[in-house]
């Protein structure tokens, strides 16, 4: 194996498989050396300066990869991430692919800066807005908006609120930052015909069944897991038709929570009083 191939090869393997043309200059390699080897079959140009492995040319997200990295192909990918992961960040129906939610299929690559780029290829978009540290988070090895701010983003640009509840939804529940979200929605709530972001929130759950699933299973093994408890033992009685036993575990169950609060709030009123 030449020296070339090798120093190639281990370029690649720092980056998921893929390399730009002035990358590898960086390393000493020509470009004669990655057209000689492209055309040898062994390393494939994915788009103009950017070439990849076998494995790399068929990875998870490999438009979007090489997409950002030609979009600052001087600068190795772990130069970028540890400068300013801000610069080119994924973002809209690109990020929602990324967290694999939602069936929303990119027309082109999307990326937001925070400062005025331009680039030649067509099947990428760039947005300029201002991002948070909040508002980034890494994705696949990708600076990527989080799964709050994509969502937000998503609803910004007036993409179906159907379609967004499902990518809501594909979202695992200990991963959204629910206030977080209802946050950003505050701004967009008027133009989707709400009143608050709570409001848009509530229709987008309500538009999700598995996202309500999750929301009741996590009220259950959390806040109302004294009820369950106190419900489960005639559960047996319910489901053959004799709601009876449940009905009256649930009412006792949450008169004694009620007795509990009013016994626990009643020496911390006294104590303020005195």
Known sequence: MSKSLVEV?????????????????????????????????????????????AEGAV??????????????????????????PTDFTVTHRSAAELWGIGQLIPDKLEFVSTSRKRTRREDVRLRRRSLTAAD???????????????????????????????????????????GRLRTLLDPLARRSGHRSGTELLQALIAGSSRLERSLVASLLAGRLS?????????????????PSAVEEALRRAVHDQATLTDGASGPRKAASDG
Not at 17 to 23: M, N, Y
Not at 69 to 84: K, N, T, V, W
Request: contains cysteine; hydrophobic residues 40%; negative net charge.
């Open 9 to 53: 090869l281990e370029l690649a393997s720092e980056q998921e498989g893929l390399l730009t043309t002035q990358q590898a200059q960086r390393r000493g390699i020509t470009r004669l050396t990655l057209s000689r080897l492209a055309n040898q079959h062994v390393i494939e140009r994915l788009s103009h300066g950017v070439y990849a492995t």
């Open 59 to 84: 990875g998870p997200h490999a438009d979007i990869r090489s997409a950002w990295l030609s979009l600052d192909p001087h600068r190795f990918a772990f130069e970028r991430l540890d400068a300013d």
């Open 136 to 178: 980034i988070t890494l994705v696949a090895g990708l600076p990527c908006t989080t799964i709050e701010r994509t969502i937000a983003d998503l609803i910004g640009t007036n993409e179906d609120l159907s379609t967004v509840s499902d990518a809501l939804g594909d979202a695992e529940l200990d991963a959204i930052d629910i």
């Open 226 to 242: 004294s009820l369950m408890d106190a419900m489960r033992p005639g559960l047996v009685d319910f489901a053959m038709g004799e």
